[in-house]
């Protein structure tokens, strides 16, 4: 079957997530090449952490995008759903909703390529707050041809996620919550990768999360500082055809802090700083190589097989094949380049937000991960303005490298808020 050219690459990209071939992780040098070294033909070699379901990553909301993806220690919103459910207990008002719209692979022309997300919460009480939010990725409509180019049955791939959470105060400064997770993607029923027929792929997960706000004074002035600590995506692996081998999903555990200061009642500002680490695997290499980085070979020339790559000889790498718990414990201490290569796995977010009057506000931030690891660099930068229980906000996104592509390159993503009422707070005793 073929089809259209630019959606072909498009579903080549998800399918190539999904299904990484032996052959295809030789040929590329992604794992074949020892790590911070050269592949053979003296290109960087890259180790990249890859699992299914990558849009569960993707920081859904134009706030916290336009502060380079920071949001696991921010004042809370309703897209707090996606960074850290516990910091809903915090939020200042009692209900609210959040709806954004982020266009996908605009810079490439493509107008059906999209991330939709809704999420709000609502208290319970003064201790007690619970969230929803309905992630949607849609990747276009795609038109499958036979040899000859006659159309076959035309399909739209599509990916959601399902979540609901209850985040509750276990004191004045410190809140936990749990969110339980549905996962449906569908990335192309009916094709053939790998001479199976893919099949939409189900899932379940779970975050655990944990939040820390201390209210300062400094030089007479009001501050706030925040922490989070986030384990997301624990779940199930999922798979997309019958076969006994499954995929990871993105299990991930985030750090981050904040600082809150007003300089008066006009002029205030929010610091922030998030650092992530995925809890999958790191890719092992397939053949062994020497100190100097040299791949060792045989006598005949060809690659001595690395016996850790797949030990017991059934056609998968080992790694591929742990429990979705021992994946995660072994993920501090995998990497085959050793505490140099585990450092590198770490994603750096820090961002800046500026408010006027409690109504207008700017805002910046940078993102930073290893060129070994994924290469994503990017600065951001955003505008929000609040008008009653109404919110808007609008962000940017320009890469920090010269030549380096962004699916939201060129792209403006915004974000509508609606508030309602002030959070309730604990009766005085009579």
């Not at 850290?84 to 266009?103: G, R, Y």
């Not at 820390?212 to 055809?241: H, W």
């Not at 490298?401 to 060129?410: H, I, K």
């Amino acid at each position: 079957m073929k089809m259209t050219v630019l959606k072909s690459c498009l579903i080549f990209f998800a399918i190539s997530i999904l299904f990484q071939s032996n052959t295809c992780a030789q040929n590329s040098g992604t794992i074949d090449c020892p790590f911070n070294g050269a592949s053979a033909d003296g290109s960087d070699c890259n180790n990249t952490i890859i699992t299914a379901v990558p849009f569960l990553r993707i920081v859904p909301d134009a706030r916290f995008g336009a502060m380079g993806d920071v949001g696991i220690a921010m004042p809370a919103d309703p897209n707090s759903m996606h960074f850290n459910a516990s910091n809903l207990s915090f939020a200042p008002k009692d209900f609210s909703v959040s709806a954004t719209f982020t266009p996908w692979l605009r810079a490439l022309g493509l107008n059906d390529v999209f991330l939709a997300y809704l999420s709000g919460y609502k208290h319970v009480d003064h201790v007690q707050t619970i969230g929803i939010a309905l992630r949607f990725f849609s990747l276009g409509q795609i038109q499958y041809t036979d040899d000859q180019g006659n159309p076959l049955q035309t399909v739209r791939p599509n990916e959601f996620e399902l979540a609901f959470s209850f985040s509750r105060k276990l004191g004045k400064t410190f809140s936990a919550g749990l969110t339980a997770k549905y996962i449906f993607s569908n990335l192309g029923t009916g094709a053939v990768a790998g001479g199976q027929t893919m099949m939409p792929a189900h899932g379940f997960a779970a975050d655990l999360s944990f939040t820390y706000r201390q209210p300062l004074k400094i030089v007479d002035k009001d501050a706030i500082f925040g922490m989070g600590l986030v384990f997301s995506n624990l779940g199930t692996k999922i798979s997309y055809t019958q076969s006994a081998n499954r995929d990871y999903i993105p299990a991930n555990l985030g750090l981050g802090f904040s600082f809150e200061y007003a300089f008066d009642k006009h002029n205030s500002i929010v610091l922030g700083l998030d650092i992530n680490k995925l809890l999958v695997p790191t890719p092992i290499r397939r053949f062994q190589y020497d100190d100097d980085g040299d791949l060792i070979v045989d006598s005949n020339g060809d690659p001595i097989p690395n016996p850790n790559y797949d030990a017991n000889q059934d056609g998968t790498a080992d790694y591929k094949q742990q429990s979705v718990p021992a994946s995660i414990f072994t993920s501090f201490g995998d990497a085959p380049g050793g505490a140099g290569e585990e450092f590198s796995e770490l994603m750096w977010s820090v961002g800046i937000e500026y408010w006027y009057n409690k109504q207008f506000a700017v805002r910046f931030g940078h993102y930073n991960e290893h060129k070994f690891k994924g290469n994503r660099k990017f600065f951001t930068v955003g505008l929000g303005i609040r008008y009653k229980i109404f919110n808007i906000n609008f962000s940017y996104l320009i890469p920090s490298q010269a030549g380096q592509r962004n699916p939201l390159d060129n792209t403006l993503r915004f974000s509508l808020i609606f508030d309602f009422g002030n959070a309730p707070t604990k009766k005085k005793k009579k």
